[in-house]
């Protein structure tokens, strides 16, 4: 099982990104598939989450509005659009998974499969 995340990189605030999280050896539309972040200094911060079954998202107050998670049951892919960028929003960016039912989508440990990361840096 494997989650590769790309699409990271140095933007301007204001900018947009799309990270991508391609799954190998799971079917994404079976799990929840989230994405995490931990900037410096910093303990791990849940992003957004799409829950298995009815696609239920959910996301931080911080990026509502600003960011989208979706995916593509096509490619097995899992991808987090984000627009506006802020400073604020600067961290490496993990994709995690989980194929229980019923769980507490925000917390780190909830998740047994993480990607490598990706670096997002946000200049002002």
């Known amino acids: 099982v494997q989650l590769q995340a790309s699409g990271g990189g140095l933007v301007l605030a204001g900018d947009s990104l799309r990270l991508s999280c391609a799954a190998s050896?799971?079917?994404?539309?079976?799990?929840?598939m989230g994405w995490f972040r931990q900037a410096p200094g910093k303990e791990r911060e849940f992003v957004a989450v799409?829950?298995?079954?009815?696609?239920?998202?959910y996301y931080t107050d911080s990026v509502k509005g600003r960011f989208t998670i979706s995916r593509d049951n096509a490619i097995n892919t899992v991808y987090l659009q984000m627009n506006s960028l802020k400073p604020d929003d600067t961290a490496v960016y993990y994709c995690?998974?989980?194929?229980?039912?019923?769980?507490?989508?925000?917390?780190?440990?909830?998740?047994?499969?993480w990607g490598q990361g990706t670096l997002v840096t946000v200049s002002s």
């Open positions: 995690v998974a989980d194929q229980a039912w019923n769980i507490r989508y925000d917390s780190p440990a909830e998740y047994p499969i």
């Open positions: 050896g799971l079917t994404v539309r079976s799990y929840s």
């Open positions: 799409i829950k298995r079954g009815m696609s239920s998202v």
